[in-house]
């Protein structure tokens, strides 16, 4: 057994969340060390600049063979690449995928973190860390405002969140201090905080070389052009109805929320409100639906999106009032897998799902399991349950023990130091276990299994000890 530091690899991050996660490294230290994998040039460029190594050491492209097999490969490339662009030609994902495998080696890496991880490189990455028996941490926006959540099993439906709750484990009684805590959140939220809180300068570091200076100008300019709201500036919100309406939000019809978790409708938004604007006018009395157009939609979808306005004229469409505020006043909020509907279950408004979220369980929302069932949901939903005490005892553990008071957005202390915290209460038990010579020993079982299957690993939130970690 070696006494080094676990070595961590920070995988490929997005160009909003590479400042973030390369500060992270000051964190972590000393028994954890960063190593950073990207071929994105902006985040090479911030690493250089603050000269922090990044590998590959170079952007050539490697002479490295694999065994992996085509069809192994394919599921390698995972779900979500497929959906969006079919299967493809197998040359270059071969080739990223024996660069990853040679990195993982060559660093000896223990623990791989990933954003999201539903992408096709992330997703080639976490095949071969799990082949490795190497654990992954997943990472994406936590659903309270200045949240994020790190997982060792995903994110989202995917996350330990969904197995808990359906065991009834993800539970937390009345307590005072963490019910004033909760309350506090509900307040700002109720008023109109942001989901992501405003963004804090990009650290000096990280734009000290004119390249990096340079290129992050650039890309700030370029990427509004890309995503945004409104395409049409002059887009006037019309009037919301009268009577009493129901709220769906859009979502981004490439997300892997839709994309993976959505097994009715997928990312067909047109036929959702078809389905749901028939079935609400044919209630007694009848409600109108609101539908909000996503503001983070790509440009061509947000033109196809338009059509749906001509396409439902009954339907009002909104664009710049708020989706909290659209909550408050709706009758009742339906949605696929939008953080939306845990945004209604924070303001108590009764919820339907039509989709795998890890809030899409009976004690939380009306679970649309197949398009039969949506008739009896909706008029389950207006019939507005009471779910206020069951909602609270998982908003309490959502805030005490899954998601954490950090973002990338923020480059303050306290975010780092929570979010380190958050990951060094994943990966801790490999290190004080030995388990990380696994990194320099031949590899037997899988170090994940280990984790998880331990009564001290993370995955038994229940039993931990609250004083160290992630939580509030």
């Known amino acids: ?36 994998w990207s071929r994105r040039l902006l985040m090479r460029r911030y690493a250089q600049s603050a000269d922090i190594s990044i590998y590959p050491t170079t952007l050539a492209e490697p002479r490295l063979k694999t065994r992996i097999s085509d069809d192994e490969l394919r599921r390698a ?12 030609k197998l040359d270059q994902p071969r080739r990223r995928y024996a660069e990853i495998e040679d990195f993982l080696d060559r660093q000896a890496v223990d623990a791989l973190l990933v954003w999201n991880g539903s992408n096709k490189l992330l997703s080639l990455a976490i095949h071969a860390a799990k082949q490795r028996g190497i654990p992954v941490i997943y990472a994406e926006h936590g659903y309270f405002p200045g949240s994020m959540q790190l997982d060792l099993e995903g994110v989202n439906h995917a ?12 539970r937390r009684p009345p307590e005072a201090k963490l019910d004033r805590q909760l309350d506090e959140v509900i307040d700002a939220v109720r008023g109109d905080a942001p989901s992501r809180v405003v963004r804090t300068a990009i650290p000096a570091r990280y734009l000290q070389t004119r390249q990096a200076r340079a290129m992050n100008a650039l890309f700030y300019r370029v990427r509004p052009y890309g995503l945004g709201k409104p395409l049409f500036p002059g887009y006037q919100d ?112 009764p919820l339907v799902t039509l989709g795998n979220s890890f809030f899409s369980v009976p004690t939380l929302a009306e679970v649309v399991g197949h398009e039969r069932d949506l008739t ?41 130091a929570a979010v380190a915290a958050r990951i060094r209460s994943l990966l801790m038990p490999l290190v004080t276990r030995g388990v990380v010579r696994i990194a320099d020993e031949a590899r037997r079982a899988p170090v994940w299994q280990r984790v998880l299957s331990s009564p001290s690993g993370p995955a038994f939130e229940e039993s931990r000890d609250r004083s160290g970690t992630g939580g509030r």
Request: aromatic residues 10%.
């Open 159 to 170: 996350s330990s969140m969904t197995r808990l709750i359906k065991a009834g484990m993800a």
């Open 77 to 88: 490339i995972g779900v979500k690449e497929q959906k969006l662009r079919g299967p493809g």
């Open 376 to 416: 009896a949901a909706l008029a389950a939903a207006n019939a507005l349950p009471d779910r206020r005490e069951a909602r609270r005892a998982v908003l309490r553990y959502c805030l005490d023990d899954f998601f954490t008071p950090g973002t990338y957005f923020s480059h303050t202390a306290d975010s780092y």
């Open 238 to 349: 019309p009037p919301l109805p009268a009577q009493e309406f129901v709220f769906y939000p859009l979502q981004v019809v490439k997300d892997s929320q839709l994309l993976l978790h959505s097994p009715i409708w997928g990312n067909d938004h047109a036929a959702v409100i078809a389905a749901l604007s028939t079935r609400l006018a044919a209630m007694a009395p009848p409600l109108k639906l609101v539908v909000k157009f996503h503001p983070q939609e790509e440009r061509l979808a947000q033109i196809r999106n338009d059509a749906l306005i001509k396409q439902f004229p009954d339907v009002t469409f909104i664009c710049n009032i708020p989706a909290t505020e659209l909550i408050k006043r709706a009758r009742f909020v339906v949605t696929i897998n939008s953080s939306v509907g845990f945004e209604a279950i924070l303001l108590d408004k």
């Open 1 to 36: 057994m070696t006494d080094r530091p676990l070595n961590l690899a920070i995988f490929d991050m997005g160009l909003l969340k590479a400042p973030f996660f390369l500060g992270l490294q000051d964190f972590l230290a000393p028994t954890i060390h960063c190593l950073y």
